[in-house]
């Protein structure tokens, strides 16, 4: 705040941003307005840590170990990249061309999604599909569970197969709303394409210059207490190419 003050300013970035609204008290036709507060500034940071840094390195976590567990799509990923990118450095334009990529990324969160569930609290009285619930409830829309609903995907709800995403998101299931890896609504996340190029930037690279396959410790426990992780960690032996 002090060197905004002192005019070296730095508001091109997130955090710029949100201490000049702190430090506005009016607009330019110099109405009061009232900017976020410390408190707020303090809390959105912690918000955009939090949930930009957990979040993609689990969808990161997860991937490595499907692409183990399925070395077919793996080598059918690797061959994708190499055939874009080469052993080049990546670009933005390559990256929207990445498809097998992208539907291994779809598919690892719809199996793991990071966030397991979405809450919600009633404000006022409300009714959902028929039942009144009082206002201060809590409402879970079970992800997880609607990301294995066999209903929904098939037979083969529980397989890794990219392939059900061959066609886009909404071809993937009978009903698209089902996918919710990042919610939906006002609330969606707003990270969700930041995040998708992060994964997608590191997951070339990886397959770029590593084979990978679990190591004999690895125990499979997918673990949803807070976020989705793999309970016993992730032991990956990685092989350079
Ligand atoms: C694989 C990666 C990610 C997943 C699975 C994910 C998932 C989610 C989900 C499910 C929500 C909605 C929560 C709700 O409705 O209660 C959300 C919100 C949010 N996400 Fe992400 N996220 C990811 C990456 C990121 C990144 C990279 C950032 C920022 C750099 C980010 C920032 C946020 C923020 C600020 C919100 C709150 C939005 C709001 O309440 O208006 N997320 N995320």
Redesign the pocket.
Known sequence: MQAMQEGENTKDDLLGLMLESNMRTSDEDGQSISGMTIKEVVE?CK??YF???E??S??LTWTMIVLSMHPEWQDRAREEVLGVFGKSNLEYEGLNRLKRVTMVLYEV?RLY???VG???KTYKEIEIGGVTYPAGVLIELP?LLMHHDQDIWGSDVHEFKPERFANGISKASKNPGAF?????????????Q???I??KMALCMILQHFEFELAPSYTHAPDNGNMMRPMHGAQIKLRAI
């Open positions: 959105e918000l955009f949930a930009g840094t979040t993609t689990k969808l969160l999604p990071p966030a979405l809450i919600r992800v919710l890896p990042f919610g939906w609504g006002p609330r969606i996340c707003i990270g969700q930041l995040a998708l992060e994964a």
